[in-house]
């Protein structure tokens, strides 16, 4: 009798927990409220709009994930775990989303740990490959970067082919869902650097998608070691220590890294609102509860 009563003060706890650190997080970074008030609406709602592109493209990253360790989940409850995974993932310790996702799945689906760190693993090598190579486009161009791109997707397709202990695992796996997580992960890469071209070019007009590509590509790897709320100082670290391949000065940088932390943090409390507001809580209260 009592459960009926804590699930809705749960969910409102939750709600008003994760309300509190978006405001907490914007008063300890009062440096974000004071660019984001000098940067035009427009630039703010493109960056919104391709931050919700963001969340599509990581929705079918989910969902192709989920396909190649032999399950299927909903479209709709897919796209909203990914957005709580990533709520989780941005205030929570350690980058705690994937984890997160992989207890889910395990509780509702019955889907194998070890077989979804297996398709982790495959979307980290993609994502890692296609960052790489907007990094080192600096160096031998769009043209040689397209056919290493080639090279790399043919060497990744025969993985599971090559006579290694740790490649032949993958066989456990079904990868007719590599393909889908491919476009998914390039479509994701791609989004990226068009948020970092809209934020770079409406403080410096003069950056180029060329160079807001190899800054994303510098970027994206901060991913591998951040410990922070959404890669913070790491990411930055990245961009100013390869700064001699785009050329983008420290003032661009870091105004536009504010505007990003922003939007990014004002997109996840939409979110939040839009996650207790449409499905009342039922889900999420799912969520939480098969995740122990």
């Known amino acids: 009798m009592l459960s009926r009563y804590w699930k809705p003060i ?3 706890l939750i709600l008003l927990v994760t309300i ?4 907490y997080f914007f008063k300890s ?25 963001f969340m599509a493209a990581l929705g079918l990253i989910t969902n192709s994930t989920v396909a ?5 989940i909903p479209m709709g409850e897919t796209f909203l775990l990914t957005a709580y995974s990533s709520i989780i993932n941005f205030f929570g310790p350690l980058q705690s989303g994937p984890a997160f996702r992989a207890l889910y799945l395990k509780k509702k689906y019955n889907v194998s740990v070890k077989n979804y760190a297996l398709a982790s693993i495959l979307y980290y090598l993609l994502y890692a490959m296609f960052s790489g190579l907007l990094l080192i486009s600096a160096f031998i161009g769009w043209f040689f970067t397209a056919v290493l791109a080639i090279v790399g997707l043919v060497v990744f397709y025969y993985l ?8 032949q695992q993958l066989k456990t796996l079904d990868l007719k869902g590599v393909p889908l997580l491919t476009v998914a992960t390039f479509l994701q890469v791609w989004v990226l650097v068009l948020i970092f071209y ?9 950056v180029t998608l060329s160079q807001a590509a190899i800054y994303t590509g510098a970027a994206n790897f901060a991913l591998f070691v951040s410990i922070t709320p959404g890669a913070i100082g790491f990411r930055e670290a990245f961009v100013l220590f390869t700064q001699h391949l785009h050329h983008i000065d420290n003032a661009t940088i870091v105004a536009a890294s504010l505007i990003d932390r922003g939007v990014y943090v004002a997109m996840l409390l939409l979110l ?5 507001g449409s499905q009342g809580g039922r889900k999420l209260r799912s969520l939480k509860s098969t995740s122990k």
Request: proline share 7%.
């Open 272 to 276: 939040v609102v839009l996650i207790f």
């Open 29 to 53: 970074h009062p440096q974000i409220g004071d660019q984001l008030k000098h940067t035009s609406v427009r630039t703010l709602l493109t960056v919104l709009f391709l931050y919700l592109l």
């Open 68 to 72: 190649i360790c032999r399950g299927a």
């Open 198 to 206: 809209t934020e770079l070019h409406s403080v410096n007009p003069a």
């Open 160 to 167: 599971p082919r090559l006579p290694i202990k740790k490649f």
């Open 20 to 23: 509190s650190v978006c405001i």
């Open 10 to 12: 749960g969910s409102i």
